[in-house]
């Protein structure tokens, strides 16, 4: 593949076409479409697959020529811009804030459990073309999908746990699934956070482990045979990506707790698996994934400290590059008001901990006030300093087999809370 600039009076060829909307496909290998973006926006090149129309301003064009007899065409935005992207590297922290493909901003994003579960590549293409193309630049999904049980070929699982031994399926029915997800991810733009564990049963989780190898909930973090099993499931998953630039982070668990345990319980255990995945990848962001629970507070339940988690005091474990913190004030007997407040606190403590956090999950489940309530939480967090992007719980659409998974929650594609809670919101974010 071959790149030549050419000069901005090029751009004069392209305005008979339909122009891109905002964060729309605008080009790359077999795309016929327009390469000409809205105002204010510019065509950004990622990879042979595709391009985007992402905020800027353009000077020159890059002309990408083929094997193919197609031609695409993107544009770099001017070198004196705040807002160089430079497609396809690492993302980092700057401060309070995160840089992806060289943009340091507030970034908007979701959450999909289940797109690594999908058996048809159609369907994966789809979701994240309806995510990016909306603005969402990060997803959060499922790296774990743990069985003691081994299912149907059908069926997708990534690690089959039993009677103290462990398999990692790398099959097609396995960790390949993964595979097609970090690709189509790469191709457009999309950075995903993977998470190893859940602490909740649903795929699996912590309690597949004790099934396998004994113990409890609470004692699974300091179990010898189990934790040196989920450390060999972490390598193996992220040896798979260490140089993929779809990754934004690995995540150490889905809302880790240790119900009446000691605050060191899990401190330990995120500083160790924390490093652990440093020394295996120092490319990539590493997060622990709770919600946020255990600081200084008005003493309501998600303050405390009684789920185990000192959140200020694991904020400050080294090899933890940002925080995280989820909002689900109907399942933690608070108000949807009180949210603002959960927001505000969360920010002022990264503020002082010099790190960004991420508003990493959020949901209720009353239909009528998704977008007054929710979209306050997003306006909130926007407003404050010290957090970094959102992450709607969870991302609904229309697949092959039908709608995907509703638990309330959702908020699904090209509906009237679609457009309040992720269309203006983008905007919003600018």
Not at 78 to 91: A, I, M, Q
Not at 197 to 202: K, T
Request: net charge negative; proline share 2%.
């Amino acid at each position: 593949m071959k790149f030549v600039l050419v000069l901005s009076i090029v751009a004069a060829v392209v305005i008979v076409y339909a122009q891109v909307e905002e964060y729309g496909k605008c080009g790359g290998q077999g795309y016929s479409g327009s390469i000409a973006c809205v105002s204010g926006y510019f065509c950004q090149y990622q990879n042979q697959w595709y391009s985007q129309c992402v905020p800027g301003a353009v000077t020159t064009l890059i002309t990408t020529k083929t094997s193919h007899t197609n031609t695409v065409t993107s544009a770099l935005p001017s070198s004196s811009s705040t807002k160089t992207p430079v497609p396809g590297t690492y993302v980092k922290t700057k401060g309070l804030k995160f840089t992806i493909d060289g943009v340091t901003k507030y970034f908007a994003g979701t959450n999909s459990y289940w797109i690594a579960f999908l058996t048809n590549n159609a369907d994966v293409d789809l979701v994240l073309d309806h995510m990016i193309t909306s603005g969402l630049r990060i997803l959060r999904i499922w790296g774990f999908n743990d069985v003691n049980t081994i299912p149907g070929s059908d069926t997708v699982y990534f690690q089959y746990l039993s009677a103290g031994t462990a398999t990692i399926n790398t099959g097609a029915n396995g960790l390949q699934r993964l595979d097609y997800v970090v690709k189509a991810a790469e191709a457009r733009g999309m950075k995903l956070i993977i998470n190893f564990v859940n602490n909740w049963n649903d795929y699996g989780g912590i309690n597949a482990y004790v099934n396998a190898y004994g113990g409890s909930k609470t004692s699974w973090y300091t179990n010898t045979a189990a934790q040196g099993q989920y450390k060999a499931y972490i390598k193996a998953v992220v040896s798979r990506y260490i140089t993929s630039t779809a990754i934004f982070a690995w995540e150490l668990g889905n809302e880790p707790r240790c119900n009446g345990c000691d605050t060191s319980v899990i401190y330990d255990w995120a500083t160790s698996t924390s490093q652990y995945i440093k020394s295996l990848d120092s490319n990539h962001l590493v997060t622990l994934g709770d919600e946020g629970f255990g600081l200084p507070g008005d003493g309501s339940y998600p303050y405390t400290y009684s789920e185990g988690v000192d959140w200020i005091k694991n904020l400050g474990i080294s090899t933890l590059d940002f925080g995280t913190f989820h909002l689900y004030p109907s399942s933690w007997g608070t108000t949807n008001e009180w949210g603002n407040s959960w927001i505000t606190t969360h920010a002022v403590a990264c503020q002082a901990a010099g790190k960004p956090c991420l508003f990493e999950e959020y949901g209720i489940t009353l239909a009528s006030d998704k977008c007054s309530v929710e979209g306050k939480w997003q306006n909130t967090s926007l407003a404050t300093t010290g957090i970094a992007g959102d992450l709607f719980w969870d991302f609904g659409d229309t697949i092959s087999s039908g709608k995907t998974s509703d638990d309330g929650n959702t908020i699904f594609y090209n509906t009237a809370d679609w457009t309040c809670l992720v269309t203006n919101h983008v905007k919003a974010i600018g």
